[in-house]
């Protein structure tokens, strides 16, 4: 048996689910916890693991991930941006299926314009000094897991010497809108399964917040049936106990301070501001963008460009889903006009996506 192996145990998996069965006994008031995780999201599908929790326990998925919470405008930008000439648009692998409102940059792409898919923002830093006749942007979409490699691309480029490297910038921060969703009483938000990858960066004491003004209680969970079904585990027993507090079950990858070298290159590149999440609105202080002293590599200054008026696509459900307050099943597309091959909303194209997840695993 691998390393790996040990925490898909299905016996182990079984045993959690038989003492949240036990915790919940003889309650009526069902716990709602969301995941804020695409990869969460994602095993939750794959492995089944809704099956196992009794009704008392209801598992909802939120905005975890960053593609899908990418709404048009900033689609739209990075589609007009590569129709200009001389303007390489560099970008990882999900982005360029996303829909705008009227085309994509798969769709541009295969109308001539310059599109690269990439690995990592340091391919495209390359990219453009192997092309100094070029503007290359690279699209800074995803959450704190990302930011310190994007950061680390404009500090490199920048010691290169590099005048047409450029980030178009649409870093989102994870535990603002976790506040957010936790004050709206539609939700009536439980507990937090917190994202792996981004603590790693922000740390768990991140979500303290939550825990200490909120009431909500947060662990820090991994991507593994064990992990998740343990995670959950401790969310009901925080609830059962009424001591909300921040746990990290994703103890093996995860600390309370994160990574703090990361952090100070986020600090140094980038700034807070107000951004813009597909389904939630403008959540002051979310995002993060370029900062003053870096601004020659902000696409968005240094690139101007008319960008077309956004829409949003009819019939699509994607920002209910993001918010939790619908699953994939609830959407007239969903699996007919909507789906992986033709998708009409960012949540069935990201691998990460609810709607990906649901349209490959199934209820």
Known sequence: MNYQDEF???????????RIRELVAGRTVPMTFMEVCGTHTMSIYQYGLRSLLPPQVRLISGPGCPVCV???????RAVA?????GVT???FGDMVRVPGSSSSLIEERAKGADVRIVYSPLDAV???????DRKVVFLGVGFETTAPTIAGSILAAKQQGLTNYFVL????????????LADDPELQVDGYLCPAHVSVVIGAAAYRFLAEERGVPCVVTGFEPVDVMQGVEMLVR???????RVEIQ????????GNRKAQGVIAEVLTPFDAPWRGIGVIPGSGLRIADAYAEFDAEKAIPVEVEETREHAGCLCGEILKGKVSPFDCPLFGGACTPESPVGACMVSSEGTCAAAYKYGQ
Do not use: W
Request: glycine fraction near 4%; aromatic fraction near 4%; hydrophobic fraction near 40%.
């Open 70 to 76: 990418t709404p048009n405008g900033y689609v739209d």
């Open 250 to 257: 994703y103890s093996r990858v995860v600390k309370r301070e």
């Open 89 to 91: 648009v560099a970008t």
């Open 81 to 85: 941006l590569c129709r200009l000439p």
């Open 126 to 132: 390359t990219l453009a000094a192997k092309n100094p």
């Open 238 to 244: 925080q609830v059962v106990e009424g001591k909300p």
């Open 8 to 18: 898909r145990d299905r016996t182990v998996v079984l045993g959690f689910a038989a």
């Open 169 to 180: 910038a649409a870093h989102k921060t994870i535990p603002i809108p976790m506040e957010v």
